[in-house]
């Protein structure tokens, strides 16, 4: 397992909307689709793996936060919480769920 790789975990686990709401306000958030693995985007981005994380963009599986998005995470009753990744300066999230 490579440095970067072990750097990434140390990085990765759950937040909740509310500690993300802040990322999201300095425009920082990416939401990587479920169907992708979170630290293998978050290496391809931090390696500058332009080529990979440009299909991923154009395939609409790595991407901004829509409007609509925002919205609903700021306005949700139950607390959701996001599998997140730090990427300087990003902060890579995938499948909001409530908490149980």
Same mark, same amino acid.
């Given at each position: 397992?490579?440095?970067?790789?072990?750097?990434?975990?140390?990085?990765?686990?759950?937040?909740?909307?509310?500690?993300?709401?802040?990322?999201?306000?300095?425009?920082? &958030?990416?939401?990587?689709?479920?169907?992708?693995? $979170?630290?293998?985007?978050?290496? %391809?981005?931090? @390696?500058?793996?332009? /080529?990979?994380?440009?299909?991923?963009?154009?395939?609409? &599986?790595?991407?901004?936060?829509?409007?609509?998005? $925002?919205?609903?995470?700021?306005? %949700?009753?139950? @607390?959701?919480?996001? /599998?997140?990744?730090?990427?300087?300066?990003?902060?890579?999230?995938?499948?909001?769920?409530?908490?149980?």
């Amino acid at each position: 397992m490579s440095d970067l790789i072990k750097q990434l975990q140390s990085s990765f686990g759950d937040s909740e909307w509310h500690d993300l709401a802040p990322h999201a306000a300095r425009d920082a &958030l990416i939401v990587v689709h479920p169907s992708l693995d $979170l630290l293998q985007v978050g290496e %391809a981005i931090a @390696t500058d793996n332009a /080529a990979l994380v440009g299909k991923w963009m154009s395939g609409g &599986l790595v991407r901004k936060p829509t409007k609509e998005e $925002l919205e609903r995470w700021n306005q %949700a009753t139950q @607390t959701l919480v996001f /599998a997140t990744l730090i990427v300087q300066p990003f902060v890579l999230i995938s499948g909001d769920r409530p908490e149980i």
